[in-house]
C-alpha cells in the first residue's frame, strides 16, 4: 500500500508538473499573441484607423485612439491572465487529498457566481421582453409624430390656428413627455429598483437636477413662452436693449443675434422675455409699406417751414434703398425758442442697410441744405449782465441763440 500511494502520488506529481508546464505556456503564447496584436496595431494604425470627429470637433487624434487601444489590449492581457490561473489552480489542488476542500471551495467561489448570474439572466427574460416591447412602441410613436411635424413646418400640412414654426418645438415638447412616460414605465422593470442603493441614487439625482438647474429651466420655459408668442424668427432684425441685429440662432435656452458689425451677442431667453424686443422685420412684409427710418433736425425762425420741409424731402428722395412710394414726409416736433425742430420719415424695406441709408440720408441732407445757401449751424450766446446790475436779477443764458 505504501509503495501504491507513493505511485500514486508520483503520477499525480508528474501530472501536476504538465498541467504547470502546460500553464506557463499558454500564458506565454498569449502575451506573444496580444504583443503581436499590439504591434499590427500599431504600424496599421495610419491607415485603418481615423481621428473621432463629432460635429467638426475633432475629440481623439488617431494617435491617441491608438494608445487607448494599446492599453486596452494591455489590461486585456491581465484579465485573461488572472482568469486562466484561477481556473487552472483549483485543477491543480484536486489531485492531493489535503488540498481538495481547498480545490472545492474555489470552484464554489468561482462557478457559484457564474451560476446565480446564470439563473438571475433567465428570471429576467420576460422583464426584458416587456422593456423591449414598451421602447419599440415608443419608437414607432415617435416616428410617427416626427412625421407630423416634418409636414407641418413644411407647409404640406396645416392646422386651422397653429402656425409651421411651432411644429418642431411642439414636437420636442411631446417627445421629451413620452421619454419622461417611458422610463417611468420601465423603471419598475429594471433590475434592482427596488433596491434602497437604486432609490437613493435616484432621490440624489432629483435634488441636484432641481436645486441646480433652476435657471436653465426659467430659460428654458421663457423659450417656450417666446416660440408661441412669435415675436420673432430667424433671419429677422430685432433690437434688444440697446442691441440691434439679426437673429441668427433662437432655441429653447438662448437667443443669439448678429450685428452690422459682424458681433455676435447671445441673451439668455429670461432675459429676453424680461425686456421689449423690436422687431423691424414686420415693417418690411410685402403687404407692409415698410419700416419708417426718421432723423431729426433743428433750424431758425428766419428761413419758411416750407421751405425746410421741401429740403428734407429732396433729400429723403435722393438715398438710394428709400422708397419713393409710399413718399417721404415731415413731421414738426417742436417751436423752441429760438428754433423749430423737423423730422424728416421716409419708407423702406432694405432692413439690412439701416446704417447706410441714415448716413447717405444725413449727407444728402447737409448737401441739400448746402446748394439752397443755407447754413445749418446755430451758434450759442451766454450774456452776462453788466456788474452793477446782478442784483436786480440773475445772469441771463440765451442757448442755441442765431444770429
Known sequence: ??????????????????????????????????????????????????????????????????????????????????????ISI????????QTQGLAHALYELIFNPLRNIGLAIVRYIPNLFTIIIILVITRYVL?????????????KLKIQGFHHEWAHPTFNIIRFLIYAFTIAMIFPYLPGSDSRVFQGVSVL??????????????????????????????????????????????????????????????????????????NYNTSSDEDEEGLILNAEITFNYATSWRTVHEILIEAALKTSSVLHRPKPFVLQKALDDFYARYQINCYTKQIDKIPKIYTELFENIQDCFAAHGLDMTAPQYRINLPEESRGKGPWVDYADKDK
Open 1 to 86: 500500500m505504501d509503495n501504491e500511494h507513493l505511485i500514486n502520488l508520483l503520477h499525480n506529481i508528474g501530472i501536476v508538473a504538465g498541467i504547470f508546464i502546460a500553464q506557463i505556456t499558454a500564458i506565454v503564447l498569449i502575451w506573444l499573441l496580444f504583443k503581436l496584436i499590439s504591434k499590427h496595431v500599431s504600424a496599421n494604425a495610419h491607415a485603418r484607423i481615423k481621428p473621432l470627429i463629432i460635429n467638426k470637433m475633432r475629440l481623439l487624434t488617431a494617435k491617441q485612439i491608438t494608445h487607448f487601444i494599446i492599453f486596452l489590449l494591455r489590461i486585456l492581457k491581465y484579465i485573461v491572465t488572472i482568469i486562466w490561473l484561477f
Open 90 to 97: 483549483p485543477v491543480i489542488f484536486s489531485f492531493f487529498p
Open 143 to 155: 416616428r410617427g409624430l416626427k412625421f407630423f411635424s416634418d409636414r407641418i413646418t413644411h407647409n
Open 205 to 278: 439625482i432629483g435634488i441636484i437636477f432641481s436645486v441646480g438647474s433652476s435657471t436653465a429651466i426659467g430659460n428654458l420655459v421663457a423659450g417656450l413662452v417666446i416660440t408661441y408668442m412669435r415675436p420673432f424668427k430667424v433671419g429677422d432684425c430685432i433690437q434688444i436693449k440697446e442691441n440691434i441685429g439679426f437673429v441668427v440662432e433662437k432655441n429653447l435656452m438662448v437667443v443669439r443675434i448678429k450685428t452690422h458689425k459682424n458681433e455676435y451677442i447671445t441673451f439668455p431667453n429670461l432675459q429676453v422675455l424680461q425686456t421689449s424686443v423690436i
